[in-house]
């Protein structure tokens, strides 16, 4: 995997107070580790490595294990994502349609790789696991903006509402 | 409750919310304030109507009006017009119901839900997914009543078994069988589990079942639980579904309120408690021993079986696991009797399917079919065929477990065993249709893309034999390759089936065996001709000028990002294969289609 760029970690103590409530909400239940990780991930975005410590502390859990944990799941990153997070499905009905060609487009004018962030931590770029919303196909996602019934000519004036 | 003159019942599915629907549902809330009718008409959003292709969606009740592609700025109208003149607004409506100039047809008998037979989808975009009110309204929670009261759990296994209801998620194991082995594992405790991690790319039946009639899935696994002795639900589902999980929940709770859930239910001395756990994005946790492990907190790998979850599950014990659409069926068949359900369907597959049809085919969207009905109906009846008038080459079923069925099968039946002898599967029921412009050898490398990305990498012939596989076809679709690749393909196919651990590497290699056995022709022509029939895969075109096309404007050699097109104004161009990087910007600015790929 090729080296991500990552902004130094920052915490406030509104986070870091909401994350122990999470934890202690949780400590005891069985299979507490995944629920605590969404919910962290929703907290900050991200889990980084100073996010795993504090909930490996917190749970008792191995950090090798929460680590494990961590990466084996998409749905976690331990990379921030951008302002805008562009995620394009890649199902097979999007596929179909045509989302591959829609992907190189953005890629081509983000100048990022699937999974990146561009350096002003403004745009990252996802390929997604089917989200369902086939009838529209090819869709592209950003944030919780929804494009549907797209071809590559969309792509620029979307990027272009978003890079303004 | 107050009663309302009319209803506009706007579809509030994943499809129609992507396409604006709750935009349309605070304006006609707007509109109708606006005429004084707020208390006259009211406003209900559902779950999906299954037409996703024409969303967002509004049915007016009484009339049935049926319109579809509808924007904000259409409703001022509808309300003006429809609800307060009675006048129905003919330019928005759905064109199929549309018969002449004062009348139109009930959705029943328009083609694409004629067809249909809705048993698991039976209150979808019928109710209010959020109202426990509704669905009781509609004879929700009489089955649990009927259950609790009437019959020993015992007697609801029978009947289960006597339905002839098998597992809707893909593998059709006989689900009163699966609630026997649970019910007579020995233990202190047991769970009942729902698999709602719909991972087959292209299949979303689940989450329209859990978005529009969550409480058909709670009631049911409560049954379950009664059935084979446990107190304790999971439901797994995906996180990509944000508003099936939400719906759920509110369920959750409005069922725990009404005494539904919880303690001592219907005085029966039966406790069930449910709890939701959601998934993190691994399409192996679809396989029910990885969820389980997923469940408990743990990286989602499979585990070997035996010993089976019925009898060392979750938090090693017993434990029944069913699908959602399996679920979605229970109360119907308690309700009706199995006599019933086994009236519909084949010999050997009893009930309905639920199918998301997508790809190229016209009413992309969701349609419950009673077993039997053929691919040929579903296609070309209730799809609407295929669209620009293009050829159908295959359907894809099962997703990356599944395979393809070829034009020449299209007539085949579809029921679990017709299509596991035609080398495809039943899958969860994601049906992708492809027409002439698919090539098959892209197809089956997009699924073991899938699959390579997906293998957990617990067992070696998944984690490395399928990256060999994903190796070889890229080497096919790239043309450094030779017929003895092809054979050897097709050996590691059937070495990885007998080898792997759990379903998803048994069945990677299905995309590849299918396509090679119906579409051999077209894995020689990439390695053979080094062509690409379809004219999908990038390595094997070359794009070329037709001289008597040509006018010679300049505009490609200008827009060509490697300077590969030359000519003399006015006069053909041509352009330079060799520092040609196949990127297609010339075809797409080409005004005279003078460009063509071969």
Sequence with gaps: ?164 | MELARGHVLVCGGTGCTSSGSNNIIEQFEKSLAEKGLQDEIKVVRTGCFGLCALGPIVIVYPEGAFYSLVTPEDVPEIVEEHLLKGRIVKRLLYKETVVDDDNIKSLNEVDFYKKQQRIALVNCGVINPESIDEYIAFGGYSALGKVLSEMKPQDVIDEIKESGLRGRGGGGFPTGLKWQFTANAQGDKKYVACNADEGDPGAFMDRSILEGDPHSLIEAMAIAAYAVGADEGYVYIRAEYPIAVNRLRIAIEQAKEYGLLGKNIFDSGFNFELDIRLGAGAFVCGEETALMTSIEGHRGEPRPRPPFPAVKGLFGKPTLLNNVETYANITAIINNGAEWFKTIGTESSKGTKVFAVGGKINNTGLVEIPMGTTLREIVYEIGGGIPNGKKFKAAQTGGPSGGCIPANLIDTPIDYDSLISIGSMMGSGGLIVMDEDTCMVDIAKFFLEFTVDESCGKCAPCRIGTKRLLEILNKITSGNDTLEDIDRLEQLCYSIKNAALCGLGQTAPNPILSTLKYFRDEYVAHVVDKKCPAGVCKALLSYVIEPDKCKGCSLCAKKCPVGAIEGVVKNPFTIDTSKCIKCGVCMDSCKFGAISKR
């Design chain 1, 1 to 164: 995997m090729s080296e991500i760029k990552a902004p130094a970690f920052k915490d406030t103590a509104e986070q870091s107070a909401k994350l122990q409530e999470v934890i202690a909400k949780y400590k005891g239940t069985d299979g507490a580790l995944i629920p605590v990780l969404h919910e962290a991930q929703e907290i900050y975005g991200y889990i980084p490595y100073e996010v795993q410590q504090k909930i490996s502390d917190g749970l008792g859990v191995p950090m090798a294990e929460i680590y494990g944990v961590v990466t084996f799941y998409t749905q976690f990153s331990i990379y921030p994502k951008g302002e805008y997070k562009f995620a394009v499905c890649l199902g097979t009905a999007c596929y179909v349609k045509g989302a591959g060609d829609i992907i190189e487009k953005i890629k081509d004018r983000l100048g990022i790789d699937v999974g990146q962030c561009t350096d002003d931590g403004k745009f990252s770029l996802d390929a997604t696991r089917c989200i369902g919303a086939c009838g529209l196909a090819p869709v592209l996602t950003v944030n919780d903006d929804v494009y549907g019934r797209l071809t590559v000519d969309d792509i620029d004036g979307i990027l272009d509402k978003y890079m303004n």
